[in-house]
């Protein structure tokens, strides 16, 4: 008699595990979306080329007819050069940071760097701090620990200590930088700047420039042309570049222009590069917008989006606080939610 007893208790066992495998997989349903195109009406201009968060909250949104601010309480405001009485020095905004205590940087074409913080505008250009900023089109920010506030521009670079500006430009950066106009910028937790050009990639350390190519990385990074560049929580230096995205992770470099999950997109333009809090990249570019969980990436279209993402040019992402992601797009912004399937 002892099979048939085995025979039950191996039966009764295969449909509690099928059952306990049901039952989890009605637990950690996969999470689907819901689109939400913001109005037009709320934004200088449509094209939004950069958004930024607070610690409280505050979410901005660059373009090239201004900035507006969607506050914690989703209250829409919109400044200009002339609404902040030229504070904002051009209503061309490039790039944007938050420093201390919620300040905002803002990079500008043509009009420096204005700097706005307690509801005070404050403009830094290259005639107010004789040639500290290099040159009035910046291209981009970094800010390091909170002290340090870097700044790529057309003719090299800067940093912003306390009151005090140093340039790098001219004959300081003739030999060491691939070319003088800088494209992007990024300080890593050790301090060691990565300087994009539209020539090539430098690490600069203490007194050491390195130079990044295509060549020098065995077509890793896929094109001279650095876009953008993110230091990302674990380390990982993520560059964007003219013709796809590449990553250097403790010296050893990993390009993603031919991965089958980006498909065409992998060898498009990418314009911007973001981390989220799940240690995940968030990236921008021509026809569309891409995600990486570290493993495999996955793509947000005008096609399969279902019209949530309404152009092939997203430049700006902005991963917000839960699991929701805002995108920056040539006609406007689109907000991507979480909702969890009943199904």
Known sequence: MPYPLTLNFLRRA???????????????AQPRYTWTIQDLSRIPHPEVMAITMDNQGNKWFGTPGGLTRLSAIQDWEIFTSKSTDGGLGSDVITSLAIGMNTDLWVGTDGGGVSHYADGRWTRHTLESTNKGLPDNSVSAIAVWRDRE????????????????WTPYSGEMVSGR???????AIAVDSAGDKWIGTIAGLVRFSGATWETHTQSS????????????????????????????????????????????????????????????????????????????????????????????IRTIYVYSVLPGRNRDVWFGSKEGISLMRPVLSED
């Open 14 to 28: 295969l449909l509690t595990l099928i059952f306990c495998l049901a039952a989890s997989f009605t637990v950690k």
């Open 149 to 164: 506030y870097w700044f790529a521009t057309r003719n090299g670079f800067a940093v912003l200590r306390g009151n005090v």
């Open 177 to 183: 930088l691939p070319n003088k106009m800088t494209t």
């Open 217 to 308: 990385t065995r077509e890793q990074l896929p094109h001279n042309r650095i876009t953008k560049i993110m230091i990302a929580p674990n380390g990982d230096v993520w560059v964007g570049t003219y013709k796809g995205v590449a990553r250097n992770r403790k010296g050893k470099w990993t390009g993603f222009s031919n991965d089958a999950a980006l498909g065409p997109i992998g060898v498009e333009q990418v314009y911007d590069l973001v981390a989220d809090s799940a240690g995940g990249v968030w990236m921008a570019m021509k026809g569309g917008a891409a995600y990486y969980d570290g493993t495999a990436w996955k793509t947000y279209t005008r096609v399969n989006t279902g019209g949530g």
